[in-house]
T-cell receptor, first 114, second 116 residues
Framework: DAGITQSPRHKVTETGTPVTLRCHQT?????MYWYRQDPGHGLRLIHY???????DKGEVSDGYSVSRSKTEDFLLTLESATSSQTSVYFC?????????????FGQGTRLTVV | AQTVTQSQPEMSVQEAETVTLSCTYD???????LFWYKQPPSRQMILVIR??????QNATENRFSVNFQKAAKSFSLKISDSQLGDTAMYFC?????????????FGKGTKLSVKP
């Protein structure tokens, strides 16, 4: 199994509070991604990173920010959590951004905003 | 923009039978990759099979095979000799070839139940 660890695995937080999810990899892969999974929507890309300090927005980036100060860590921050951000969040990594490179997924973080 | 459509929200199959999950996609690109991912109740995303659009031969992995129809933009997954462990959500996904982004575009998924 690819070395990807997401933390925390579960979190309940209140509306308006900041939340940070962490993705840690031991594979030294260049690309890292954050997806959210919601019923009826599949997985949708929030942000991705193609190197240290290099990030870009995905399909559903509003309300989220990311940072990557080290190759192994990719942080997703909800500055002020809202109920619409209740979801399961997946981190993924891949060796390159070239098509066909396999993406490996973490175990997911279930976030509930009350 | 690329889109991926899975028209079957739920399906069921008897153990040892064969089932086919449908996927269609829309793209203006000529070179791309298509994937099927499995998500069991454990929530782990597992790559089942991958198809390169420039290859005419359909990909096969043990009991899993695809029917790739490029002109029709169709990419169905056939599971033969279904097993209880095949019970899961199945997601079809698209990735551009040679792009610098490398992200997957997913369909909404098909929930497959294998019944004993």
């Amino acid at each position: 199994d690819a070395g990807i660890t997401q933390s925390p695995r579960h979190k309940v937080t209140e509306t308006g509070t900041p939340v940070t999810l962490r993705c840690h990899q031991t594979e030294n892969h260049r690309y890292m991604y954050w997806y959210r999974q919601d019923p009826g929507h599949g997985l949708r890309l929030i942000h991705y990173s193609y190197g240290v300090k290099d990030t870009d927005k995905g399909e559903v980036s509003d309300g989220y920010s990311v940072s990557r100060s080290k190759t192994e860590d990719f942080l997703l921050t909800l500055e002020s959590a809202t109920s619409s951000q209740t979801s399961v969040y997946f981190c993924a990594i891949s060796e390159s951004g070239q098509g066909g490179t396999e993406a490996f997924f973490g175990q997911g973080t279930r976030l509930t905003v009350v | 923009a690329q889109t991926v459509t899975q028209s079957q929200p739920e399906m069921s199959v008897q153990e040892a039978e064969t089932v086919t999950l449908s996927c269609t996609y829309d793209t203006s690109e000529s070179n791309y990759y298509l994937f099927w991912y499995k998500q069991p109740p454990s929530r782990q995303m597992i790559l089942v099979i991958r198809q390169e659009a420039y290859k005419q031969q359909n990909a096969t992995e043990n009991r899993f095979s695809v029917n790739f129809q490029k002109a029709a933009k169709s990419f169905s997954l056939k599971i033969s000799d279904s097993q209880l462990g095949d019970t899961a959500m199945y997601f079809c996904a698209f990735m551009n070839y040679g792009g610098s982004q490398g992200n997957l575009i997913f369909g909404k998924g098909t929930k497959l139940s294998v019944k004993p």
